[in-house]
């Protein structure tokens, strides 16, 4: 029995159809992986870079982190201590455990140098947030309006820290 000869042929693909397969290869990766920039453009990525881009996403994530534990805390010391004090307190009790995650957060992401300064606002606002909301649960273990008003006050500042945040240019930028 003979073997077919088709069995047995090499496909030869020709050096300059394998050299520009593998060009066009090559360019709808680097497409489909490279970041555009604020105007479109192909931004290099090298390490640094790509690491301050990195960061400069997770200040946006923190940023929003940030509204939420305000709205929470404006709801929390908005209340009269009528209702249940129990649901109240374990609400405050969430609030300030998501405050301390989002500060140790922070505190443990390592920034690049080139937003060193951004790292420092962040940091400032996850404290004010962080005591605001430990002034919020104070309050709701003891009842009194100075305790409210303290609360109120820092929550105050810590919105002043989120407005600072919110002018610098790493933030303004995306």
């Known amino acids: 029995m003979q073997t077919s000869p088709s069995n047995d042929q090499e496909v030869k693909v020709p050096v300059p159809v394998a050299v520009i397969t593998l060009l066009v290869l ?9 970041h ?10 090298l390490p640094d870079v790509w690491k301050t881009v990195e960061y400069q996403k997770k200040a946006i994530e923190w940023q929003g982190e940030f509204y ?10 908005a209340e009269t201590q009528v209702g249940d004090l129990l649901a109240q307190s374990q609400s405050a009790q969430k609030t300030l455990e998501r405050a301390a995650h989002l500060s140790r957060e922070i505190d443990q992401v390592p920034a690049p140098m080139a937003v060193t300064g951004l790292r420092d606002l962040l940091a400032e606002t996850s404290i004010d947030y962080l005591e605001a909301s430990r002034l919020g649960l104070r309050w709701l ?9 303290e609360a109120l006050a820092k929550l105050q ?6 407005q600072q945040l919110e002018e610098s240019q790493w933030i303004k930028t995306h």
Request: no cysteine.
């Open 141 to 149: 273990n003891l009842p009194k309006e100075d305790a409210r008003i």
């Open 36 to 45: 555009p920039d604020t105007e479109g453009r192909p931004l290099l990525l």
């Open 68 to 77: 939420r534990l305000e709205s929470d805390l404006n709801g929390l010391l």
């Open 26 to 34: 090559l360019t709808l990766i680097g497409m489909f992986n490279t």
């Open 157 to 162: 500042q810590a919105h002043q820290a989120l």
